[in-house]
């Protein structure tokens, strides 16, 4: 077992999650530590000494916001990422273990769902290219490390993540929040504009399931393929919305404006994972909606 565990992005939406699970490892937020800088990062690594990096810290964002901003999200995304990569070489750090997002895999494959192997077979969707090959060239950057210095450095991919500590911005965030937000706020009897179709598919991980499955991967996970942590069932925009409607009690309209769909699937297999975690349990849709639906409302006091 690894004695000293450091995690960026501590004050994320899973950093600071994750310190309910696992109180004794360091979470570095951006007070901490500027990612941006090299040399602070080095610097801070060479402090702290740890014995394992878990790399969560990213800049992320819904839809909009990546279709608005592609070269503040590949520019700090690359950076961040070089710079944790390499500082950790460097600072002698033997494990670290790296998130990536099933943004990085191809827009569609021949498949579905795909497995770790497809991540190269095509492009990512257009809709968030530059966060997807920001993700996808951190995956490539610990393969090197791995080929000519021999480290342990991995990547983990979680799909479409929802729950407490979330980001409830409409128009910063993913869609889960965006639309609990929304509809919370709705007045009775309304009409509410949701983006897009409904019709993309999407696989909803709970944040609690990807919390519990990190100490795990990172004990387990040291293959280099960069394996993908979702629930096996996947569900249409407009049901997962039309969820959150009915778990609220909310008597409103829903009317989805057909703008800025993206990517229709993009769902993924969770058999490497579920071989590597034999008896990991997913989370129901429902019951994580609910959870994080009262959560929203006690933090919203």
């Known amino acids: 077992m690894k004695t000293k565990v450091l995690v960026t992005g501590g004050s994320g939406f899973v950093g600071k999650r994750l310190q309910k699970f696992k109180p004794d490892w360091i979470y570095l937020s951006s007070s901490d530590v500027d990612l941006l800088s090299y040399d602070d990062c080095l610097s801070t690594f060479k402090k702290y000494k740890p014995d394992a990096v878990i790399h969560l810290a990213a800049r992320v964002g819904g839809i909009k916001d990546n279709s608005e901003k592609p070269a503040e999200f590949f520019h700090q995304n690359i950076t961040m990422n070089t710079n944790v990569v390499h500082a950790c070489y460097e600072a002698g750090v033997k494990r670290l273990l790296a998130s990536l997002s099933t943004c990085a895999f191809p827009n569609t494959v021949e498949k579905y769902p795909f497995t770790e192997e497809n991540i190269f077979d095509g492009p990512p969707a257009e809709t968030n290219g530059a966060y997807g090959f920001s993700k996808r060239a951190l995956y490539v950057h610990t393969l090197a490390y791995r080929k000519q210095y021999g480290l342990d450095y991995s990547c983990f991919c979680p ?3 929802y729950g407490p500590e979330d980001h409830f911005d ?10 609990i937000k929304k509809l919370h706020e709705a007045e009775e009897g309304s009409t509410v504009e949701i983006w897009g179709t409904g019709k ?12 519990n499955a990190l100490p795990h991967l990172l004990e387990r996970h040291h293959d280099e393929l960069p394996i993908i942590v979702a629930p096996g069932s996947q569900q249409c925009i407009h049901d997962i919305v039309t969820l959150c409607k009915d778990i609220m009690g909310k008597n409103v309209s829903l009317e989805f404006n057909g703008n800025l769909d993206g990517q229709y699937r993009k769902d993924g297999s969770n058999a490497r994972f579920k071989e590597l975690c034999p008896g990991f349990e997913f989370t129901p849709l429902a019951e994580g909606l609910r959870k994080t639906y009262e959560w929203y409302c006690e933090s919203s006091k």
Do not use: M, V, Y
């Open 159 to 161: 799909s479409n993540l």
């Open 170 to 179: 409409p128009q910063k965030s993913h869609f889960i929040p965006a639309t």
């Open 200 to 211: 993309p598919l999407r696989q909803a991980l709970f944040i609690d399931d990807l919390c």
